[in-house]
């Protein structure tokens, strides 16, 4: 089975409303889009390539929370997902990123995924091998500095130019290497050894990178002309001296990747994106803006949903994992069509869009529900940083409901950012606690109805003037 979480909808729902206010249709789609994910894998293998994925087209306003939603599902769903803009691609010929990266970089992050999987599936071995090793090197400093003699030395196994004091006059038979080895072991285990130096190999990447324009993608051919071209660019190894504690996360990092097959990991990478991966296309709404001003503009924009339409219908694309074909890759777009609506993409692309779900504005109420109930609530953010530095601050639940009132009152009269406004707001609120508070000592703080209307309402009073400010 791919790694999808085995959740019904009504769980990913309920995951997502740890989080996110309202918005139930958006959640409800995407959680029977993941739910059929998973159904999917569970149809035998030669009648799942005839089921296509249903993407799908959320609109609605700036700030209602469609951005969050792709957050949230990312880490709820296990599969290979990423997140791009519309506006960062142009279309092929133009200079900049085409649509086609979008899967290069989607297979990079499968790959990730999968071998950090692999890595923790091995991470008990691999730690127990940095343990070994780091005790054999605390070990040779050791017998060097007893002065085992050098035929020891070779009979332990270690090289013949390590120093040795030639001078002594010990031998194997008085040495028992495991025992102390066991022991050394022991220590570092218990953490009598952090703090003792060790030598330990890294892998500096290089920085050298070629660039060359190419219809297989940038990115692709510089990494194939880099490896003609003598190691250029290549990955460097050196020595470096780090604390017990620090090299060994360096070395049980060294240890996983030698139990893990890289060419394993490229192909497993690549058939979860083709069988599990979810691309979340936001702004897609700036790429189907009208213009009146000739067609240059258009032409740019339309050129990139005629791009996008191949990606979104099924093709195969080349990447340095291997071909990755797309026709079961999940798509979610989303834009807030101020200045354009649905219809004003291309038909072909809408054809592929075809559940349409739309996000309402958020009102009074759903404000301060923002402020109260999600799991990273504002609130909750500032009283964690702020604790830090010992100051404890609350707001009375009358408070909360005014600074609620106040995000609504700015966002109808300056421009409407949704619940990003609170932002702004909370931050207003609390810039003077933030700055004084390393210096003010522990203490107490409450905010009333009084204090949020002394702070903000001058906003409200120059919200004509200063609107650049908000």
Known sequence: MHPIEDLTPKQIVAELDQFIIGQQSAKRAVAVALRNRYRRQQISEDERNDILPKNILMIGPTGVGKTEIARRLAQISRAPFIKVEATKFTEVGYVG?????MIRDLVQI?????????????????????????????????????GVTSSAMHEFGF??????????????????????????????????????????????????FLQVFTPGGMEEMGLDMLNGLGGLGQNRREYRKFKVKDGLRILEDN???????????????????????????????????????????DVSREGVQRDLLPVIEG???QTKYGPVRTDHILFICAGAFHLAK???????????????????????????????????????????????????????????????????????????IGARRLHTLMERILEDLSFEAPDCGPKNVEFQVED??????????????????L
């Not at 090289?159 to 022991?186: G, L, R």
């Open 315 to 317: 093709s195969t694309v």
């Open 342 to 416: 649905p219809s004003d993409l291309i038909p072909e692309l809408q054809g592929r869009l075809p559940i349409r779900v739309s996000l309402e504005s958020l009102a009074e109420d759903d404000f301060c529900r923002i402020l109260r109930e999600p799991k990273n609530a504002l609130i909750k953010q500032y009283q964690k940083l702020l604790s830090v530095d010992g100051v404890e601050v609350s707001f009375s639940s009358a408070a909360l409901d005014e600074v609620a009132h106040f995000a609504v009152e700015l966002n109808s009269r300056v421009e409407n």
């Open 97 to 101: 990123r085409d649509v086609d990266s």
């Open 452 to 469: 949020v209307r002394r702070i903000l309402k001058p906003l409200i009073d120059n919200a004509t003037t200063d609107h650049h400010l």
């Open 110 to 146: 499968s790959a990730r995924l999968v071998e950090s999987e692999r890595k923790q599936a091995h991470l008990a071995d691999a730690k127990r091998r940095a343990i070994e090793r780091v005790a054999d090197q605390i070990l040779q400093d050791r017998i060097s500095q007893r």
């Open 255 to 297: 240890e996983a990747k030698l139990m893990i097959d890289s060419g394993s990991v490229n192909r497993e990478a690549v058939e979860r994106v083709e069988q599990t991966g979810i691309i979340f296309i936001d702004e897609i709404d700036k790429v189907a803006i009208k213009t009146s001003g000739g067609s240059g503009p």
């Open 159 to 208: 090289a013949a130019d390590y120093p040795v004091q030639t001078e002594s006059t010990d031998t194997v038979d008085d040495f028992d290497y495991e025992a102390e080895k066991s022991q050394i072991i022991s220590e570092i285990e218990s953490g009598a050894h952090d703090n003792t130096e060790i030598e330990v190999e890294i892998e500096e990447p290089g920085s050298s």
